[in-house]
């Protein structure tokens, strides 16, 4: 492969990724710990997340799946929607080994209050302690949990949506995939941003990005092999652990897909949605230039962040009010 420069941050991204870059935690298996600890990957508490009231926080312990460990799943509700709500099945990010249900909540709030919208949160096993199936797993116990309960948490079954970003974004497209395969839950839609979909590691943007911005393809490397030990990059890996291993991408609910042109996942996130298209399918793709890996969520005010935030609302209300 022949590696070219690196698409350049953008102007305003890239004043702020010197400090961003000061705050995270080390990506190797040797500082997780260390990681998981810090303060740099701590979630909301629950009174950040009631908004003086706009919200009401609970927290429900499930059945894992068969014989596995009962997980945990989020629950907000927003206590003044009107009309009929619907439901946003939240997988966190975190690379496969970091983070728990609570992070990225935060940023589901407005769409929640805008939308009438449940957002379960579903805390899962991390890599490399639990690897693959074990994470999907615990997230597919908990879709079908929140799917079976649609009415007692109060919202229309045929308004699902599952959405993560990074890891989660990639366990996200795993369980749209699942449910494809397994005839249900019926899904209205899933909300992929700069997701984690390919364990090869090996695209150019990978090989472009190699040490710069956030979540490079050395982290990313760490990542998959947490999460698949010696299949990793192999030819056995499920496309519930990988998403980009999938043959067939058709029949799966409609899609939004985002990610910046200057992080490792840029290019397996381009494929992922054009193979959808080629498949007869439906899907939305936003390269946002200059942005790195969350840039919208690490740098919310920068020009670029509210353009990525406002696509997604745009997106939201097509599929909900469309």
């Known amino acids: 492969m022949t590696t ?17 870059q000061e705050m995270l935690p080390p990506f190797t298996l040797d500082s997780l710990a260390e990681a998981r ?4 990957v701590a979630g ?3 009174v950040q997340l009631r908004r003086d009231g706009a919200f009401t926080v609970a927290e429900r312990v499930v059945p894992g799946l068969g014989g596995d460990p009962d997980i945990t799943l989020l629950i907000c509700t927003p206590t003044a929607a009107a009309g009929t709500l619907g439901c946003i099945y939240h997988t966190h990010g975190g690379g496969m080994v970091l983070g728990d249900r609570r992070i990225g909540v935060e940023a589901l709030l407005p769409w929640a209050e805008q939308f009438g919208l449940v957002i379960v949160s579903v805390e899962y096993r ?10 999907i797993d615990d997230c ?6 929140t799917a079976a309960h649609a009415d007692e948490l109060g919202f229309d079954p045929d308004r699902l949506i599952v959405a993560g970003g990074s890891a989660g974004g990639g366990l996200a497209a795993a369980l749209a995939l699942r449910a494809r395969d397994e005839g249900g839950p019926a899904l209205l839609g899933q909300m992929l941003m700069c997701p984690m979909l390919d364990d090869r590691n090996d ?10 911005g956030v979540w490079d393809r050395q982290a990313n490397l760490m990542g998959w092999s947490a999460l698949l030990g010696d299949r990793r990059g192999g030819p056995e890996v499920s496309p519930y652990a990988a998403p980009a291993r999938a043959d067939d991408l058709s029949g799966l609910p409609p899609a939004f897909i985002d ?6 996942f840029r290019d397996e996130d381009v494929a992922y949605a054009t193979r959808i298209w080629q498949a007869g399918g439906r899907a939305e793709l936003h390269v946002w ?5 969350g840039f919208d969520m690490m740098a919310p005010a920068a020009a670029l962040s509210r353009d990525a935030q406002d696509a997604r609302v745009r997106w939201l209300n097509r599929l909900f009010n469309g």
């Open 37 to 40: 600890g810090g303060g740099a």
């Open 259 to 264: 990610v910046g042109s200057a992080e490792t």
């Open 289 to 293: 230039p200059g942005g790195f890996h």
């Open 140 to 145: 597919w116990a908990g879709l079908l949990w």
């Open 4 to 20: 070219t420069l690196p698409p350049p941050f953008d102007p305003e991204l890239a004043a702020a990724l010197g400090v961003i």
């Open 126 to 135: 991390l890599a490399p302690e639990t690897p693959h199936p074990g994470p």
């Open 44 to 46: 909301p508490t629950d």
């Open 203 to 212: 695209t150019p943007s990978a090989v472009q990005m190699d040490g710069l």
